[in-house]
Structure formats: structure tokens, C-alpha cells
């Protein structure tokens, strides 16, 4: 097993959070299950994607990169089960040897698959639910270091309160996923109004089995993409140059130094963005290459207030003038059953507003989150935000059932990190 010591410093992905933690990386399950039982107090990372601190802590920081690949999978069903280490972008690769591919992603796919399935990570699609959804079934090493199977008629509590979890129930060893037979997918981006997205984009989003849009501050167009089945030849994305991460990073930098020139950069979109058509197999379209570094905050907020909410974003990000390149990405999600999913029974949109890794992004994300809340919103678990467990709970109407499942799987409260305290714990 590999150890790495405490005064090694651990950071997430965009150098926000750091720590400095005794780092494990087992390589067997008898290792990882006497690791367990011998840790007082440990968190369970994957890529480090998270914005929020959910990995931060200078106690154990358990990797499970060594536990990767599928173990087994059903043809007839399109079902596999998968380690959970596995990261998103190897996934996709080795589906396809067996004509499997996942229902639905989003364009990251940097994660480990359970990094992803327990931050209730998502795609797009008015008729597409987050990747927690499509779990059938997992595997969960507790904190006796016992190993549990999970599903709808096992351990059902657990199932479903395990799905979207946060890493507080144990350590997920080993998933089972719904997936279909290999598709393609034509992906199409181009320039609209704002005002023809107000206009339309109720009617679109039934349209197209993906949609999304990129809203700027100072541009009057924004990004329109939309993904549909085809059975069209494969044409690939073709490498450019500057490619749309290069110019992105340029832009940030730019704005940061020279803030007077964001509102110019930002009208000439036109110039930047020009109309693309692609075709590909999903697992190659749905992931965007995301070099450029950032922190995000994101909400999901009732379906029939997302576009109320977002026009009153914009207002006040305008009315301040805040140094921000980074669009503000608007997608939708169906609701599921799954007791802390932000999509708990509710159709949602999404909105997620980005900072430039090196630009402070306290001050933007004060002015726009009471926006958020007003509206209802859930955050999304691996993004930044400032709600407590008194704020959550009235979000969620299965939060006690959780909170009883968790105090029962590790009453010692191994899994829990000062943050997840402070969103579990505090004001109850």
C-alpha cells in the first residue's frame, strides 16, 4: 500500500482547497478494509474536482486509483458494474469494448465514478436525470470495515440514501450502472440572442434531447449547444488554433489585468465563437477539454423559476460591474427519488457561475447566492457554497431519514471532515 505523509500538501483541482493529510492508496481489498478499521477519522478522495472542501482534511485521505475497470456487466440488461476509482474519461473507453455507454454526462470527465455519483454530478437534458440516477446497485465499505450490497432489494435505506452521499456513509467499493447500447450523438453550437433564448427556449428544450447556453455579462448572444441522436457518419471535433480553452484562458488573464476590457472581449463573440457541427460516439462528445482553471458556485433551482432567476443574475452582475469573463452556464435536469439529490423530486435548471482560478470569486458569489436561495435552490454538493445543515434541511424533505442512516452506519463519526459537520451538524 502506498503512504504518502502528512507533510505532503494536498490541493483539489482548482487550488482552492488545500490540506496536508496522511494520503492512502491501497491496492487490494484486505488492505482497504484494515486501513478502515484502523483510522479514527478519514475522507475518500477521487480527482479532487470538487470545489467545496469534501476531501479537505489532515487526517487519512483514502485513493482508490488502484481499484479501476469493470468487473462484470449484463448484455441483455446494458448493466455493468465498475470499481469505483474508475475515472469518467477511461469509462467511456472501456464500455464501448462491451457496446455499452453511459445514459447520460456532463462535459467533465475528469471524476472518478464515485466521486461523481456522490456529489450528484449531471449532464443536461429536460429528460435526463444526474448520474446517481442510473445507479443500480453498489457496493459499500462501512466504517466497521464491513462490505455491504446495496440495491432496491437489499439494504434499501442505505441504496437510497447512499446514491448521493458525500462520502458519509462509507466508502463506495463498487458500483452498478444502467447504461444503453453505444450512440452517437450530433453536437451543434452556435450564437443566439439572449432575447431569442428567453423567447424560445421553452419550447427547445423539448426539441433536443441535450440543450444548454452560455450567457455573458456584456454580450447581447449567448453559446447555444444542443446534442441529438444521429446515425450520421462520425465527423470529429478538429484541433484548432487558439482552441476555445486557449482563448478562454487568454480572456481571463486579459480581464484580470486589464479589467476595462471585458465588456469589449466579451462583444466580440462573433469573432470568437463561429457555428460548429460535430458527430461523434457519446462518450467522445459529451466531455469538453477544460485546461483553464476556475472555482464555481451552482444551484439548482425550480424548472418553471430558472429563466426569473437568471435574468435577475445578470441584472445585478451588470448593476456592479463585476470582474467576471466566465459565462454563466444554464442547463436542465429531471427530478429523481434520491433522498439528498439537489433534483429530489424536482425538475430543475441548473445555473452555475464561474471565477478565474486567480481571481477572488467571494465577492461575486455574496452577491448572487442570495439570489439563488431566494428562488429555492439546491446546491450542488461539490461546488461552492454557505449553507449550514439549519438552511438544508428544509430543502430536503427525506434530511432526517439521512441523518438517522448516517448516525446508524458510523455513529463515531469517522467520515466526517469539519465541513461536512458544519452541513450535517450544525444547528441541529
Known amino acids: 500500500m502506498k503512504i504518502q505523509q502528512a507533510d505532503a500538501t494536498w490541493r483539489n483541482w482548482s487550488g482552492s482547497q488545500l490540506s496536508s493529510p496522511h494520503i492512502f492508496q491501497p491496492g487490494e481489498m484486505n488492505e482497504l478494509q484494515n486501513l478502515v478499521k484502523s483510522q479514527a477519522q478519514m475522507r475518500t478522495v477521487g480527482a479532487g474536482h470538487s470545489f467545496s472542501p469534501l476531501a479537505k482534511t489532515d487526517k487519512g485521505l483514502l485513493n482508490l486509483d488502484q481499484f479501476t475497470g469493470v468487473v462484470a456487466f449484463n448484455q441483455a440488461k446494458s448493466q455493468c458494474t465498475v470499481q469505483a476509482g474508475t475515472r469518467l474519461y477511461n469509462l467511456g473507453k472501456e464500455l464501448a469494448a462491451i457496446n455499452q455507454a453511459l445514459i447520460n454526462q456532463g462535459d467533465i470527465d475528469q471524476q472518478s465514478l464515485a466521486g461523481a455519483i456522490s456529489t450528484g454530478t449531471h449532464g443536461t437534458g429536460i429528460d435526463l436525470p444526474c448520474l446517481s440516477a442510473f445507479v443500480e446497485g453498489f457496493e459499500l465499505l462501512t466504517a466497521a470495515g464491513e462490505l455491504l450490497q446495496c440495491d432496491a432489494q437489499q439494504n434499501t435505506e442505505i441504496f437510497q440514501a447512499g446514491r448521493v452521499a458525500l462520502g458519509s456513509l462509507g466508502v463506495l467499493t463498487k458500483i452498478t450502472l444502467q447504461n444503453r447500447p453505444c450512440y452517437k450523438l450530433k453536437e451543434q453550437i452556435r450564437l443566439c440572442s439572449l432575447k431569442d433564448v428567453f423567447t424560445h427556449i421553452e ?33 470529429p471535433r478538429q484541433e484548432s488554433w487558439p482552441s476555445e ?119 461575486i458569489f455574496d452577491l448572487i447566492e442570495p439570489i439563488l436561495q431566494k428562488y429555492q435552490g439546491r446546491p450542488h454538493w461539490g461546488k461552492l457554497h454557505s449553507m449550514s445543515a439549519a438552511s438544508l434541511r428544509d430543502l430536503y424533505p427525506k434530511w432526517d431519514d439521512f441523518m438517522r442512516v448516517r448516525q446508524q452506519l458510523d455513529p463515531q463519526k469517522k467520515w466526517l471532515n469539519p465541513y461536512l459537520k458544519q452541513l450535517f451538524l450544525s444547528g441541529n
Open 245 to 363: 480553452d486557449t482563448l478562454l484562458t487568454l480572456c481571463s488573464e486579459l480581464t484580470r489585468l486589464f479589467p476595462q476590457t471585458n465588456p469589449y472581449l466579451q462583444k466580440l463573440l462573433g469573432v470568437f465563437v463561429k457555428p460548429t457541427r460535430y458527430v461523434d460516439w457519446s462518450s467522445r462528445i459529451f466531455p469538453t477539454p477544460r485546461k483553464t482553471r476556475f472555482n464555481e458556485m451552482e444551484y439548482q433551482i425550480p424548472v418553471d423559476s430558472g429563466l426569473q432567476c437568471l435574468d435577475e443574475i445578470l441584472h445585478i452582475l451588470r448593476k456592479h460591474q463585476v470582474p467576471m469573463f466566465f459565462p454563466i452556464e444554464f442547463r436542465y435536469v429531471k427530478a429523481d427519488d434520491i433522498w439528498l439529490s439537489p433534483f429530489y423530486q424536482c425538475d430543475a435548471v441548473s445555473i452555475s457561475i464561474h471565477q478565474f482560478y486567480k481571481q477572488d470569486y467571494r465577492t
Open 203 to 235: 419550447q427547445w428544450k423539448y426539441q433536443h434531447r441535450h440543450i444548454e447556453f452560455w450567457a455573458f455579462l456584456h454580450a447581447d448572444q449567448v453559446m447555444l449547444k444542443t446534442l441529438d441522436e444521429t446515425e450520421d457518419d462520425v465527423q
